[in-house]
């Protein structure tokens, strides 16, 4: 099993852009493919984008196209969410999963601590 852990979350204002990471430890990282979710207040958790293990492959959410990217590295043991042109709707707590593919169903197996993402209007 993998730990993962988030960081990189915090205040920032419409428009603005944030980078959270999630670095693992263990040595099977890159046999995971990597997920992030979000979970906003009163609301279910759900799945914002995904990566393949070799990292050629990204799938994402509705809402989160064209504004958000993942990526990895699968030597630091790190996968990353660049989210730009943020909005008051993405404010939500995201956390980091390890996972199985196909990366378009992804199913988590394991889930990192969560960071807070705020996005002020």
């Known amino acids: 099993q993998v730990q993962l852990v988030e960081s990189g979350g915090g205040l920032v204002q419409a428009g603005g852009s944030l980078r959270l990471s999630c670095a693992a430890s263990?040595?099977?990282?890159?046999?995971?493919?990597m997920g992030w979710f979000r979970q906003a207040p009163g609301k279910e958790r759900e799945f914002v984008a995904a990566?393949?293990?070799?990292?050629?492959?990204?799938y994402y959410a509705d809402s989160a196209k064209g504004r958000f990217t993942i990526s990895r590295d699968n030597v630091k043991k790190t996968v990353y969410l660049q989210m730009n042109s943020l909005k008051p709707e993405d404010t939500a707590v995201y956390y980091c999963?390890?996972?199985?593919?196909?990366?378009?169903?992804?199913?988590?197996?394991?889930w990192g601590q969560g960071t807070q993402v705020t996005v002020s209007s």
């Open positions: 999963a390890a996972g199985l593919a196909p990366i378009s169903s992804f199913t988590p197996t394991g």
């Open positions: 263990g040595r099977t990282f890159s046999t995971y493919a």
């Open positions: 990566i393949t293990r070799s990292g050629g492959t990204t």
